[in-house]
């Protein structure tokens, strides 16, 4: 007989129903004309009109894609001057981040990630049927000495988004590295660089020398930011043959489609593509950190394609009161309570007609001039 306790109907396994699922960022807002969307850090330029081409090339629908991803694999291979057979594509690198969770943790097992981290960490370790053990941040900002503190002998995956998302804070390299030396060698620590392509800062490194230099370190990426195709859901990992293996084992035979297949591979080689869009980035970055500054809001210093902005603890000025007002003229911020930030509001760099018109919204729902700073 099985002690398995009775009941009158299938019941998921432990931790399942603790998920909260993941509420993507709004993309309508009633009644407006235009909607800018600025809560899911997509990309305002769009993809390479090369990926779009391929895209729309990739139309054999009836035949099953290359379950390997190989010409992709290959591509980025030639790109970043990385094996092919140590990378793995993924349905966008949150399906990554599942396989992993589900490859290295189980029952009786812990998995760590910051305070603020990306909230599908915690959804694939429930998932998995491990804990989640959290590690506070201090300025919004991964400590490293917290995670350190927080490492058992159950502990079997460190997650750390560099930059992270929701905050956009990042650690430079020798942080990255004292966390690694600290872990013990059985923890995998999966270093999620989603941001990596907009980072301008000479500490910073993506993952790539630790993973290729270690044994314990996988890299995760993305096509959904600086590639513009986050409607493809297309990412990769970059890890130790004996992490890829474990993921390729258990992953979809097919998970990658043939047209994000086609479209990252083109997306990849397009490097004016993505030129364009750090550049883009840098200069609208800087000039909406610094107009919503002058404007008495509380700015997070990201170093991605998107700020996290605190309002103040006043009637009809708070976070929400700011998302209605700005839903009202069709600009749509990303709440944060979820993150347990509910004064902030996260948005993303977007087109110079949105970052100007949200700045002239914020400042008229503050009842301020604009600064009026030239771009
Ligand atoms: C830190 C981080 N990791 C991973 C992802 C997931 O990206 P993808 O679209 O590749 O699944 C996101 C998306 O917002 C993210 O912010």
């Known amino acids: 007989m099985s002690t398995t306790p009775v009941s009158d109907r299938p019941v998921p396994r432990p931790g399942v129903l603790a998920i909260e699922a993941y509420v993507p960022g709004k993309a309508q807002a009633g009644g407006v004309a235009k909607v800018y969307k600025l809560s899911a850090n997509e990309n305002p330029l769009g993809a390479s009109p090369r990926a779009r081409e391929a895209f729309h090339a990739a139309d054999a629908l009836e035949f ?22 140590r990378l793995v594509c993924g349905t966008g690198s949150d399906e990554l981040i599942t396989l992993i969770a589900a490859a290295y943790a189980g029952p009786g097992d812990e ?24 590690a506070a941040e201090r300025d ?11 490492v058992t002998a159950k502990t079997r995956i460190v997650f750390l988004a560099n930059p992270n998302n929701p905050t956009g804070t990042y650690l430079p390299f020798d942080e990255v590295r004292r966390l690694q030396r600290g872990l013990p060698p059985q923890v995998l620590l999966v270093l999620d660089a989603a941001y990596a392509e907009y980072v301008r800062r000479n500490d910073y490194e993506s993952g790539i020398e630790l993973v290729a230099t270690t044994r314990n370190v996988a890299m995760l990426r993305t096509f959904s930011k600086i590639h513009g195709l986050a409607a493809l859901r297309v990412g990769w990992l970059y890890g130790p043959a ?5 993921v390729n084992r258990i992953r979809g035979a097919f998970n990658v489609n043939a047209a994000a297949i086609a479209a990252g591979t083109a997306a ?3 490097t004016a593509h993505v030129e364009a869009a750090v550049a883009h980035n840098d200069r609208w970055l800087a000039w909406v950190a610094a107009e919503l500054t002058a404007l008495g809001l509380v700015v997070t210093p990201s170093v991605a394609n998107f700020v996290l902005v605190h309002f103040p603890d006043a009637d009809g000025r708070r976070a929400p009161d700011a998302d209605a007002f700005l839903s009202a003229r069709g600009l749509i911020l990303r709440r944060m309570d979820a993150y347990g930030l509910p004064g902030a509001l996260r948005l993303t760099i977007g087109t110079e007609e949105a970052n ?9 729902f503050l009842g301020k001039k604009e600064a009026g700073h030239g771009a």
């Not at 998995?111 to 959290?134: E, K, M, N, W």
């Not at 100007?356 to 008229?364: D, S």
């Open 242 to 246: 004996e992490v890829v293996d474990a």
């Open 268 to 270: 990849i080689n397009d």
């Open 356 to 364: 100007r018109l949200l700045v002239a919204v914020l400042a008229e």
């Open 111 to 134: 998995v760590i990630y910051s305070q603020y981290g990306f909230l599908v960490y915690r959804i694939a370790t429930l998932a998995a049927g491990a804990t989640p053990v959290i």
């Open 140 to 150: 919004l900002t991964t400590d490293v000495d917290a995670i350190l503190a927080a």
């Open 64 to 85: 099953y894609p290359d379950g390997s991803s190989t010409r992709l694999r290959e591509a980025i291979g030639a790109a970043y001057g990385l094996d092919p057979a």
